[in-house]
């Protein structure tokens, strides 16, 4: 499935833009949205989007923050989040959502809100997922230190040594892109410590399937706070990704597609 277009959304406050494989023009009940979560663009999706095939239409959502789409706008929440993708979804009158991370709570979110005939959601997040580290993050964007950020939320978030960062920051080019997502960071993180908790997750949906890496399994910080979004969310089914982290659509694109096929 090759991109065909990049199609620009508009918001009241702003616009989105989202990259569409396959059909532009696809069934809407053959349509897949894809919603990527923090430190991640549609860019970072392209080579999963285009190894799916079970879906005619995939639309790959840039979230505000991330160029080309528009910058957060003030007030951000999850409330935020919720109301882009539901525009998303209303552009492509689409019911089927794959969602990572952050990108999962937003989906599990405005599952209570709309009807979704199903969500599937890697590794989800929620509070207090990254609590700890909102007053250093703070700091970092006030004095726009995108390094400090990346840094942080490589390190204090998701728990990678020293060693790791340093492997990151050998690719000049790839740090700086990093730099970049670590942009909006802080208000993201601070819209998951401040989201309402619902008594259920994903309550208008039909179906919700949530993915764990295997390398995550009851570990901190991705496992754990999976086991807190299941434990709102009893009707998911549950499905351990083989030999992977948090970073499985980096990884392993074409693996992380075809399982997704088989759960269409």
């Given at each position: 499935?090759?991109?065909?277009?990049?199609?620009?959304?508009?918001?009241?406050?702003?616009?989105?833009?989202?990259?569409?494989?396959?059909?532009?023009?696809g069934?809407?009940?053959?349509?897949?949205?894809?919603?990527?979560?923090?430190?991640?663009?549609?860019?970072?999706?392209?080579?999963?989007a285009?190894?799916?095939?079970?879906?005619?239409?995939?639309?790959?959502?840039?979230?505000?923050?991330?160029?080309?789409?528009?910058?957060?706008?003030?007030g951000?929440?999850?409330?935020?989040?919720?109301?882009?993708?539901?525009?998303?979804?209303?552009?492509?009158?689409?019911?089927?959502?794959?969602?990572?991370?952050?990108?999962?709570?937003?989906?599990?979110?405005?599952?209570?809100?709309?009807?979704?005939?199903?969500v599937?959601?890697?590794?989800?997040?929620?509070?207090?997922?990254?609590?700890?580290?909102?007053?250093?993050?703070?700091?970092?964007?006030?004095?726009?230190?995108?390094?400090?950020?990346?840094?942080?939320?490589?390190?204090?978030?998701?728990?990678?040594?020293?060693?790791?960062v340093?492997?990151?920051?050998?690719?000049?080019?790839?740090?700086?892109?990093?730099?970049?997502?670590?942009?909006?960071?802080?208000?993201?993180?601070?819209?998951?410590?401040?989201?309402?908790?619902?008594?259920?997750?994903?309550?208008?949906?039909?179906?919700?399937?949530?993915?764990?890496?295997?390398?995550?399994?009851?570990?901190?910080?991705?496992?754990?706070?999976?086991?807190?979004?299941?434990?709102?969310?009893?009707?998911?089914?549950?499905?351990?990704?083989?030999?992977?982290?948090?970073m499985?659509?980096?990884?392993?694109?074409?693996?992380?597609?075809?399982?997704?096929?088989?759960?269409r």
């Open positions: 499935m090759e991109q065909m277009i990049q199609k620009a959304i508009p918001l009241a406050d702003g616009h989105l833009t989202v990259d569409v494989y396959g059909d532009p023009e069934d809407p009940a053959d349509s897949l949205v894809v919603l990527p979560g923090v430190m991640s663009d549609a860019r970072a999706w392209r080579r999963f285009a190894a799916l095939t079970t879906w005619a239409r995939v639309i790959v959502v840039n979230r505000r923050g991330r160029a080309p789409s528009s910058e957060l706008p003030e951000h929440s999850l409330l935020t989040e919720v109301a882009d993708l539901g525009a998303v979804l209303d552009a492509f009158a689409a019911r089927q959502l794959f969602a990572w991370s952050f990108g999962g709570l937003v989906g599990l979110h405005a599952a209570n809100d709309r009807r979704l005939d199903h599937i959601a890697y590794e989800p997040v929620m509070a207090p997922f990254g609590e700890h580290a909102l007053p250093a993050l703070e700091a970092a964007h006030e004095a726009a230190d995108w390094d400090a950020a990346v840094e942080i939320i490589n390190v204090d978030v998701s728990g990678f040594d020293a060693d790791h340093a492997g990151l920051r050998a690719n000049e080019h790839a740090w700086r892109m990093l730099e970049e997502l670590a942009r909006p960071l802080y208000p993201e993180l601070r819209a998951i410590a401040t989201a309402s908790v619902p008594a259920e997750f994903g309550a208008r949906a039909h179906r919700i399937d949530v993915l764990i890496g295997e390398d995550d399994l009851g570990a901190a910080p991705y496992g754990t706070s999976v086991a807190d979004v299941l434990s709102l969310t009893p009707r998911a089914r549950t499905h351990t990704v083989p030999g992977q982290g948090h499985a659509h980096l990884e392993d694109p074409s693996g992380l597609a075809a399982l997704v096929d088989t759960l």
